[in-house]
């Protein structure tokens, strides 16, 4: 009778092992599709009704965060609220009338105090020079549109000013400023002259000064400022399974025409510091000896990035907003003859960019253009060069590149969402044997794989507000 051959105890559990792995990665299939339901919950409502919506308020698009400076005008309700109690509780005589004050006397008149130290005073008159600095080629067109809604009465020029006329001379081009072609060149350097700025030069008594610079405050003081506030939200997630072998060998018996057969394929963290899965397998069967090591790493990151930028501009003028890395490379410049090639270091910018333009519509819309861009690395393409009979490779980074563009029409406390720049990347891996690695179960002896998947997803918040006289008023 043949004895029949005792099967190792062991070979079991290393194939238990390996059916344990092929669950594993269909367990983790589905927990990566359960986990991006969930990750993408938040974003669900805002792609149901459109990448591009306004909102009444900033509680909803910026999550109940409070402006960064100063007060709110409920605040400023509020405090004259106040004053008005506190002036119905001023103290007041045994018979309920308030007590009389000391007479108010007024002090004199001090034009340096009214009107700043850049003046003229005549003595002989009484009457106040001034000058107005002006933006370049705009003097003429204040003082044209004064003369036409102002009813200044104008002094003729002939003899001595009278007290109620007003005189206006323009003097074009006042303000200069030198520009040096290069600063840091050896000696004096060639430069322009270039017009900075018009004076406007105004000579009247009190009243018709103060009412001409209320009519310049009013009306040629130029276009109003607009503030843009953003907040950009990048949320990132990535989750990976990494599974490999490595130091697997099946060493033979003294007889047979093979001594002994080893291979490798540790997983892609086999080489990092850290935390892992690591299963050593060893059995003998039959006189062969079997032993490996099995690697096995899962990962998931949630990543969560918030910046909340502030500028502040005039109206009609670009605001540039950027957050970017500069990622070097080799750039080939030339190619001369005999095939040598000439490199030099460039930058390619990634990261974050927005550009919008607000423009005033009437008196309580405001239109926005907006131009938003998110960048990132993907990979790297390779360019082979030969230079005096050498070859080589040069790496060139590969962008991916997400950009929007639109124009909106908000009012007064409204903010604007643009989202939608969701970006995916899936990453497959295998190395193995070949034909083994591809059988049922056991090809997981014979290969390593890494399985990976990243989702970039980027949302715009954007509040445009225009900046009024009690702007200067709020703390710092």
Known sequence: MVPRRRRSPVLFAALGLLLALGCRSDQAQQQKKDRDRLTMEMFQELIREGTLRPVDSMEDAFGGIQPDMGDTPEDYEKAAAARVEEARNEPRGADGVTEP??????????????????????????????????????????????????????????????????YFEIAPGFDTEFLAANLRGAGPQPGKDIPMGDWLVVTANREWLEEVEFFIDTFAAGPPQ???????????????????????????????????????????????????????????????????????????????????????????????????????????????NTGNIATAIDYQDVGVRLYVTPRLVGTGTIALQIDIEASQQTGSAVTFQSAGGSAGFVDTPILATRSAETVVYLKPGQAVILGGLIAERTVEEERGIPILMDLPLLGYLFKSTYDATELATLLFFIRPRVLEGTDVLQDF
């Open 226 to 336: 607009i503030e843009i506030e953003a907040k950009i939200v990048e949320w990132v997630t990535r989750e990976g399974l990494d599974l490999g072998v490595g130091d697997a060998m099946m060493q033979f018996g003294p007889d047979t025409l093979v001594d002994s057969l080893e291979w490798s394929f540790p997983n892609n963290a086999g080489d990092l510091s850290g935390g892992e899965f690591l299963a050593g397998l060893g059995t003998i069967h039959d006189g062969v000896t079997y032993s490996a090591l099995f690697e096995a790493l899962s990962s998931f990151e949630n990543v969560s990035i918030i910046s909340r930028p502030k500028v502040a501009v005039r109206e009609g003028i670009k605001a540039q907003i950027e957050a970017v890395e500069k990622l070097p490379y080799l750039k080939i410049t030339s190619i001369n």
């Open 101 to 166: 004050q000391p007479p108010f006397v007024e002090a004199p008149f001090n034009p340096y105090a009214r009107f700043g130290k850049r003046i003229r005073v005549h003595d002989a008159t009484g009457l106040i020079t001034k000058p107005y600095p002006m933006r370049s080629g705009v003097s003429q067109k204040v003082l044209d549109f004064m003369m036409k809604y102002g009813d200044f009465p104008l002094w003729d020029g002939q003899g001595q000013q009278p007290q109620d006329t007003v």
